[in-house]
């Protein structure tokens, strides 16, 4: 199967590597501040899961077993090839064509500074081209993440739901928010 590199001016989007594994179990471990922002309503990996998410992952590297299109991509810094996050896709509704994407970066050093934004259109493009069928590209985040809010904007997605109180996150109640991009307003945006 041959690899996926979509490259940015600093970061690129790629396939997964071994040596990305150390770097990938760290970022893993229970209280890192990106977990704080990720979806945190959800139960994540308890440090025991994690070694056996990295065998998974390790077993799928050496088999070369990637799903086509991408579930999901290593998000690395360009010059280094360091791993630094990760984009996925999952479907909200695969019958009517309904795709959404996500991200994460893991370093708190690294938000802020312009990354995710590249990642995550490079993200959307591979998406929209990957899957002819898709008229839309949907993000999810919640009303505590601002800086996921403000990357969606920023990259065309617009605010089409919001369902107030419908997160619980450390016994406080947040908004879920929904973004969407209509293939034509990316094209609009993105020509190439």
């Known amino acids: ?4 590199i979509l490259s940015g001016e600093r970061v690129h989007l790629r396939d997964w590597m071994l040596t990305d594994l150390e770097a990938f179990a760290h970022w893993q471990q229970p209280g890192q501040q990106w ?20 065998e998974r992952i ?13 579930q999901n991509l290593i998000i690395a810094l ?17 019958e009517t064509n309904w795709l959404a994407a996500g991200i994460s970066i893991y370093d708190p050093a690294l938000w802020g500074q312009g990354y995710g934004a590249e990642a995550l259109s490079l993200w959307t493009g591979y998406l929209f081209a990957a899957f002819p069928q898709i008229v839309r590209l ?15 904007t920023k990259l065309g997605y617009q ?23 209509l293939r034509e307003e990316w094209e609009a945006r993105s020509p190439k």
């Not at 390790?58 to 991408?70: A, D, H, L, M, Q």
């Not at 605010?159 to 991009?181: N, S």
């Open 35 to 54: 977990q704080e922002l990720d979806g945190p309503y959800y139960p994540g990996p308890k440090a025991d899961d994690i070694s056996g998410i990295v």
């Open 138 to 152: 949907d993000l999810q985040t919640w009303s505590g993440n601002p800086g996921m809010m403000k990357l969606a």
């Open 78 to 94: 360009r010059e280094s090839n360091q791993l630094i996050g990760q984009v996925s896709r999952y479907w909200i509704s695969e």
């Open 1 to 4: 199967m041959e690899s996926i």
């Open 159 to 181: 605010l089409e739901g919001r369902f107030r109180q419908a997160r619980i996150v450390r016994g406080e109640y947040f908004d879920a928010l929904g973004y969407g991009i």
């Open 58 to 70: 390790k077993t799928r590297i050496e088999s070369g077993n990637f799903s086509t299109p991408r």
